[in-house]
């Protein structure tokens, strides 16, 4: 069973769906460690709940960022990680982790990207005025929010829509979509080519 190591900087709701996904048997994968770089993540609380080992390695501590990402790698390595999932981790990682992790991290991003890249994806949306917004899942390259699609659902955009409301709506998709993509990864039903990710049958 391949060993889940979810990153996380806030609340954690993403993680929180992954949790109780393997708590109902509904995941391919086992969470083996979860990690913070803000001291004060409600994500933290989420994982211990859930007997989950946790680990808190402060931006602050480490203003270096690849001496942050030595330190989360080890961690990782430690803990014999085979898949990264970015739960809304708010840092940008280098390219000592991505070669490192090559092609096993995940992120999920509000908005059906490449529309929408970077932070308050879901006010840009409203802002933008579009009729649709979303969520996608992707694999993570030297660019923000840019790496090969996984899986994308779709969210329509009301008139009255507030960035708040829109991402009320996006969150519950976001769960689905990555728990699904967690669950291809570890059953390992996706290739990647070029910059397309095939999904091969189950
Ligand atoms: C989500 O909207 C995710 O797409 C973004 O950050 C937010 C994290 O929410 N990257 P949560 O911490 O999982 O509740």
Do not use: W
């Not at 990207?113 to 899942?137: D, M, W």
């Amino acid at each position: 069973m391949s060993r889940v190591g979810v990153l996380i900087s806030g609340r954690g709701t993403n993680l929180q769906a992954l949790i109780d996904a393997e708590k109902h048997g509904n995941l391919a994968g086992s969470i083996v460690l979860v990690i913070s770089n803000k001291n004060e993540a409600q994500g933290l609380l989420r994982a211990r709940n859930a007997g989950i080992d946790t680990r808190t390695v402060l931006n602050s501590k480490y203003p270096a960022r690849e001496e942050h990402e030595r330190e989360i790698i080890q961690i990782l390595r430690e803990h014999d990680v085979d898949l990264v999932v970015l739960a809304g981790y708010m840092r940008i990682l280098s390219d000592i982790f991505l070669k490192e992790f090559e092609n096993k991290i995940i992120n999920i991003h509000p908005s059906l990207l490449p529309s929408f890249k970077g932070i308050n994806a879901q006010g840009q949306a409203v802002e933008h005025g579009v009729r649709y917004s979303g969520c996608t899942t992707h694999f993570v390259n030297a660019d923000m929010d840019d790496g090969p699609i996984i899986l994308q659902a779709v969210v329509p955009v009301n008139f009255n829509d507030t960035s708040e409301s829109l991402a009320d709506k996006i969150l519950k998709e976001e769960h689905r979509i990555l728990v699904e993509s967690v669950n291809l990864f570890c059953q390992d039903r996706l290739e990647i080519r070029d910059r397309k990710v095939i999904i091969r049958e189950g």
